[in-house]
């Protein structure tokens, strides 16, 4: 039953790894001077962590998330065997980092009016994608482990 809930869930999981592959390849596009119809790199990057540093860290979450979907699709292997403590982890994790994006939002707001409702924001939505697939995972292990 648990393979059969994960292949359900995803298309779900592949379609925000396919919205962050889509944030990151078009960030390494305007990185490389091809911006055309893009964003400038304002717009994609906070700056919070140096641009040669994010690719890296980007690349392992493709990695890590993409064994995560390959996993939900065909139903089984390490990220479809429920785990309770891991659904706990990942929803605590995933209900923090959604919650701290939230407030980021705010702030940007609040100190950058002349931004509202989307210039700069493109960092914070991405990242509540990435909370999102944490969040789904994580409700999977909890609601599906034995207790």
């Known amino acids: 039953m648990n393979n059969t809930i994960a292949r359900?869930?995803?298309?779900?999981?592949?379609?925000?790894?396919?919205?962050?592959?889509?944030?990151?390849?078009?960030?390494?596009?305007?990185?490389?001077?091809?911006?055309?119809?893009?964003?400038?790199?304002?717009?994609?990057?906070?700056?919070?962590?140096p641009y040669p540093w994010l690719v890296p860290s980007?690349?392992?979450?493709?990695?890590?998330?993409?064994?995560?979907c390959l996993d939900f699709s065909r139903g089984k292997g390490f990220f479809v065997t429920p785990r309770r403590g891991l659904g706990k982890g990942l929803l605590i994790l995933g209900s923090i980092y959604f919650g701290i994006m939230i407030i980021r939002y705010i702030i940007r707001m609040v100190f950058h009016p002349e931004a509202r409702w989307f210039g700069g924001?493109?960092?914070?939505?991405?990242?509540?994608?990435l909370s999102t697939f944490l969040l789904i995972v994580g409700n999977f292990h909890w609601r599906y482990s034995r207790k």
Do not use: C, D, N
């Open 8 to 49: 359900r869930l995803a298309p779900i999981l592949w379609v925000i790894l396919f919205i962050f592959i889509l944030r990151v390849t078009g960030q390494m596009l305007v990185a490389l001077g091809w911006q055309g119809f893009l964003p400038s790199m304002e717009q994609w990057h906070s700056g919070i962590i």
């Open 121 to 129: 924001t493109i960092p914070i939505f991405l990242h509540l994608v």
């Open 58 to 68: 980007q690349i392992i979450i493709i990695i890590l998330y993409g064994k995560v």
